[in-house]
Every structure is written in structure tokens, then in C-alpha cells.
């Protein structure tokens, strides 16, 4: 199917554990993004990517890691988890400039 | 850097009245901008979009948007507004290749 998906959709795990969000895109869009979503903070950019092999930090990287080998996934992995990382992180996909960006449904991440 | 700035955390009206949200943005030459609103659990739509031309633009459900340069804002009105219209409205701008977000309004709508 068409579109931007994230995996999984509600995810718990254990202070210092290493964990991996999944963003897959089938639109071959060369710019990729990562927010966190939290109460009063709105959208943060943690991570962007305007093509394969290429990565650069947002807003809030610290704890987190990307890698953009293809075009079409843009994982995001918590190197060791902590409660701050707790939140909702969306993944995102456009062609750039003026165009919509797309969002994934979102993962729900609760580190205890 | 660029950023994107909603002043107004919440704001509640009644349904039929008219809607004005607040967008101030800084960025180093014309920005790309954008609307998205969000409904409660769910991922985020776009609702219009500004890059060139005519300032004042018009999106989805009813809303628009007015670009001001001289006041580096975007704000989102609607004349009036239903109870389905309540929901998360975030601003964003496109530059340096990344997509900058604001913090977000949230609206309520009381009958």
C-alpha cells in the first residue's frame, strides 16, 4: 500500500534498553523527518534527512540516532532509553520546498 | 536559525463565530508555510500552504490563511467555525531543508 508507515504503533520499554522506531515511505520523497510530540512542546524536530546518506540534527537530537541507507526507510533508534524519551514521535516524508508533507500515524513510547 | 511561534496555547469560541489563530515566524528570506491540524489521536493534515504569490490563501474546510510580510506572520481565520473544527492547529515553515514546527494551538469549540 501507498503512503508512510510506522512501526510499531505503541512500544514500552525498559530504561537503557536500545530500541528502534521504523518509518517506511513508498513515494521515493527525498526529504525525511522525525518529530517527538509532547504537552506544551508541540512538533520537535529531532532528526532530518533530505536524501539517502544524508542526515543532519533538529531541535532535540541528544539520545537518539538515524540512518537513511534508502530512500524509502528512515529508522530512529534510542541508543539507551531513558523516561525523558518518553512521547509520541512522528515520522514525516515530503519532496521538499512547497510541497505537503506527510505523517505517519505515530508511535506511542513509554520507557519505565 | 528559522522558528515558528504560535502565541496563543488555547483558544475556545463558540460555534458560528469566527476563528483567527496566530502565526509568527522568523526565517532569512520568503519561507515556505503551512497549516496542520491535528484531531485528537491522530497523525496530521494539512490544511493550506503559502510559497508565492497572492498573500492571502485558501485551504480545506472552510480556512485561510494571510501571509504578511512585513509582520512575518501567517495567520489561519475561518468566519465561522463548527463543532468539528475543534483540534490541535499547528504552523510550520519549510527552509535549510527542514520542516520547523510551532507549538501548537489547541481549539475548543463550546456550543
Known amino acids: 500500500d501507498a503512503g508512510i508507515t510506522q512501526s510499531p504503533r505503541y512500544k514500552i520499554t525498559e530504561t537503557g534498553r536500545q530500541v528502534t522506531l521504523m518509518c517506511h515511505q513508498t513515494?521515493?520523497?527525498?526529504?525525511m523527518f522525525w518529530y517527538r510530540q509532547d504537552l506544551g512542546h508541540g512538533l520537535r524536530l529531532i532528526y532530518y534527512s533530505a536524501a539517502a546518506d544524508i542526515t543532519d540534527k533538529g531541535e532535540v537530537p541528544d539520545g537518539y540516532v538515524v540512518s537513511r541507507s534508502k530512500t524509502e526507510n528512515f529508522p530512529l533508534t534510542l541508543e539507551s532509553a531513558t523516561r525523558s524519551q518518553t512521547s509520541v514521535y512522528f515520522c514525516?516524508?515530503?519532496?521538499?520546498?512547497?510541497?505537503?508533507?506527510?505523517f505517519g500515524q505515530g508511535t506511542r513510547l513509554t520507557v519505565v | 536559525a528559522q522558528s515558528v511561534t504560535q502565541p496563543d496555547i488555547h483558544i475556545t469560541v463558540s460555534e458560528g463565530a469566527s476563528l483567527e489563530l496566530r502565526c509568527n515566524y522568523s526565517y532569512g528570506a520568503t519561507p515556505y508555510l503551512f497549516w496542520y491540524v491535528q484531531s485528537p489521536g491522530q497523525g496530521l493534515q494539512l490544511l493550506l500552504k503559502?510559497?508565492?504569490?497572492?498573500?492571502l490563501v485558501q485551504g480545506i474546510k472552510g480556512f485561510e490563511a494571510e501571509f504578511k510580510r512585513s509582520q512575518s506572520s501567517f495567520n489561519l481565520r475561518k468566519p465561522s467555525v463548527h463543532w468539528s473544527d475543534a483540534a490541535e492547529y499547528f504552523c510550520a515553515l519549510f527552509g535549510n531543508e527542514k520542516l520547523t514546527f510551532g507549538t501548537g494551538t489547541r481549539l475548543t469549540i463550546i456550543p
Open positions: 503559502y510559497f508565492s504569490g497572492d498573500t
Open positions: 513515494w521515493s520523497h527525498s526529504y
Open positions: 514525516a516524508s515530503s519532496v521538499g520546498g512547497r510541497a505537503e508533507a506527510f
